[in-house]
């Protein structure tokens, strides 16, 4: 008798424990988070960093932290996936990319999901000008997160070697063309500047034409490439390499700039502020960063990428990728993502942290790119945003191979673009 009982408390409590562990099991929340890298260095050892400690707070979350390659490729594998039948909640893509999203009704806005107080607040957390690319129709879609704008890196002991004031770099377009004229060597072994005219050649357009008082697009359905503005900022591009001879001709590489650079075969850069940390460690040189310089006021784009939630989630996923955005975009983890990094802190809160605040003390140029949003502008965005921008993509390839005059290379992109938006506009 004594022993049947014993033995029915132990299958008891043997079942309690399956119970119990089936009802964990069932109680977490899975998340699958495509991400990309743009700039390379090792943002993938600190995405899974943040995103381990996200888990240890968090036991009911499971988050299975892709690595999907650039922007594109993050892009391209997280709709595959979603068409496949096996989807992720939740991805990191390039800010631009909002209106091709929610054309495909592929994501939910983020606003919609909020309810508390608390989750209000954190949507207004953000830099302004980090959520120009956020908002559609009055609505908020997506979270900044691994943001950026244009910054110019620079060779502080070529200044010198040149007659140049390194603590003074260029802040015209007058003043950029006559340091490039001191800084290139004859022998062309060290060019005064590179501005990089593969990967992203319209977000680098779209700093040339906002210091040209002209900005590219507005309401995601209009364009303004054939502008005059646009002409004239194209013509001082291919100026640069032609008439100048301060850059090289023809199209410089995206993802070799910055180890040119390194190898001090250029002076200047003009690059992501996702290259700072990697610029601070691996240059073997005194170098600096400062702002883009002005033509007629200074200006660049923001870049970098948001966080989206798509549709086709569940809300307990739903819920649990809002807990993981707003962990990951929290001041601490933002001023440590930027101190690893080299992107921005995406709200005023990161740089009151006491861990940005000296960082920034010790390192300046870690706040160049915070500053400099006071003169930003959207990055280039529309309907069908790949299509048209690879337009102008094209348009300035072209003109900078010599195949095109700026204008006839724009007009054409221009004629193109119109094509495509005239059917979003009522």
């Not at 001191?182 to 034409?209: E, N, R």
């Not at 500053?371 to 069908?384: G, H, I, N, R, V």
């Amino acid at each position: 008798m004594k022993k049947s009982i014993i033995k029915i408390a132990s299958s008891a409590a043997i079942a309690l424990s399956l119970s119990i562990s089936s009802f964990s099991a069932m109680a977490e929340t899975e998340l699958t988070m495509y991400y990309p890298v743009a700039v390379g260095g090792k943002l993938t050892k600190y995405v899974d960093d943040i995103v381990d400690g996200f888990m240890k707070n968090n036991p009911d979350i499971k988050v299975n932290a892709i690595y999907a390659g650039n922007y594109n490729d993050a892009r391209i594998k997280a709709l595959a996936a979603l068409k496949s039948g096996k989807p992720a909640q939740l991805s990191v893509m390039l800010s631009v990319d909002l209106l091709e999203l929610i054309e495909q009704d592929a994501i939910i806005a983020v606003e919609d999901l909020l309810e508390s107080d608390e989750d209000k607040k954190w949507l207004k957390s953000f830099y302004p000008s980090l959520m120009e690319n956020a908002t559609f129709d009055n609505k908020k879609w997506s979270i900044p997160f691994q943001r950026s704008t244009i910054v110019m890196y620079y060779n502080k002991e070529h200044f010198r070697k040149a007659g140049l004031d390194p603590e003074t770099p260029p802040a015209t377009w007058e003043e950029l063309i006559a340091a490039g004229e001191k800084l290139t060597k004859d022998d062309k072994s060290q060019w005064g500047m590179m501005i990089p005219s593969t990967g992203y050649p319209y977000w680098m357009f779209g700093a040339l034409t906002k210091q040209n008082d002209q900005v590219l697009m507005a309401d995601g359905n209009k364009t303004f490439f054939d502008s005059q503005g646009a002409v004239d900022a194209l013509q001082l591009w291919k100026d640069l390499s032609e008439k100048y001879q301060i850059m090289p001709k023809g199209t410089i590489e995206w993802g070799t700039l910055r180890q040119n650079f390194l190898d001090q075969k250029t002076s200047i850069m003009w690059h992501s502020t996702g290259n700072l940390s990697v610029v601070k460690n691996k240059a073997s040189f005194d170098f600096g960063v400062a702002m883009l310089p002005a033509g007629k006021m200074r200006g660049t784009p923001t870049g970098g990428g948001n966080f989206y939630i798509f549709k086709n989630t569940t809300k307990d996923e739903r819920q649990a990728a809002l807990k993981l955005m707003k962990y990951m975009t929290s001041p601490k983890i933002a001023a440590e993502w930027s101190i690893k990094t080299g992107y921005m802190g995406v709200s005023p809160e990161a740089y009151e942290t006491t861990e940005l605040k000296e960082y920034v003390k010790a390192f300046p140029y870690a706040a160049i790119a915070r500053d400099q949003l006071k003169y930003a502008t959207a990055e280039l965005a529309t309907f069908q945003t790949g299509r048209v921008r690879k337009m102008l993509d094209d348009a300035i390839q072209a003109t900078l191979t010599g195949e095109k005059s700026p204008k006839e290379a724009l007009e054409a992109a221009q004629k193109s673009a119109e094509k495509v938006l005239k059917a979003y506009r009522k």
